[in-house]
């Protein structure tokens, strides 16, 4: 049973655009394809299109602002709130939490801080 190749699209006035496609050839040439198929799924480089025009980019700004919004709410002790909208379905997500301490430690048993793109961290909420 083939998979269509998944599309991953951000928004044409990101500024890290050579950032990110540089970041993403480095991980895809040396990620673990686990199982076989996910390099044929996971094949395409991103692309970059105007959130003006493509509704889902807006759906997704939307819900990446309030995802954030909540977290900032959790680690600063503030009220959570509850979505403006009704959710149809759960979407799945995972959450990753680290520190500046852990970035480093992490990219030093890696051995990533060696290269261009990995060594620039942002911190803070």
Same mark, same amino acid.
């Given at each position: 049973?083939?998979?269509?190749?998944? %599309?991953?699209?951000?928004?044409?006035?990101?500024? *890290?655009?050579?950032?990110?496609?540089?970041?993403?050839?480095?991980?895809? =040439?040396?990620?673990?394809?686990?199982? /076989?198929?996910?390099?044929?799924?996971? %094949?395409?480089? /991103?692309?970059?299109?105007?959130? +003006?025009?493509?509704?889902?980019?807006? =759906?997704?700004? !939307?819900?990446?602002?309030?995802?954030?919004?909540?977290?900032? =709410?959790?680690?600063?002790?503030?009220?959570?709130?509850?979505? /403006?909208? *009704?959710?149809?379905?759960?979407?799945?997500?995972?959450?990753?939490? !680290?520190?500046? =301490?852990?970035?480093?430690?992490?990219? +030093? +048993?890696?051995?990533?801080? +060696?290269? %261009?793109?990995?060594?620039?961290?942002?911190?803070?909420?």
């Amino acid at each position: 049973m083939s998979q269509e190749p998944i %599309s991953f699209i951000y928004d044409d006035q990101m500024h *890290e655009k050579a950032t990110l496609i540089e970041a993403w050839e480095w991980g895809h =040439a040396r990620s673990r394809h686990d199982p /076989p198929q996910l390099k044929e799924i996971m %094949s395409r480089i /991103p692309s970059f299109e105007n959130d +003006k025009r493509v509704l889902p980019l807006q =759906a997704a700004d !939307f819900l990446a602002w309030w995802l954030r919004r909540n977290f900032v =709410a959790q680690v600063t002790g503030k009220e959570i709130l509850k979505p /403006p909208f *009704e959710m149809k379905r759960s979407i799945r997500r995972m959450d990753c939490q !680290f520190n500046e =301490a852990q970035l480093r430690d992490l990219a +030093k +048993k890696t051995g990533t801080l +060696k290269g %261009s793109i990995t060594a620039r961290f942002g911190f803070g909420v």
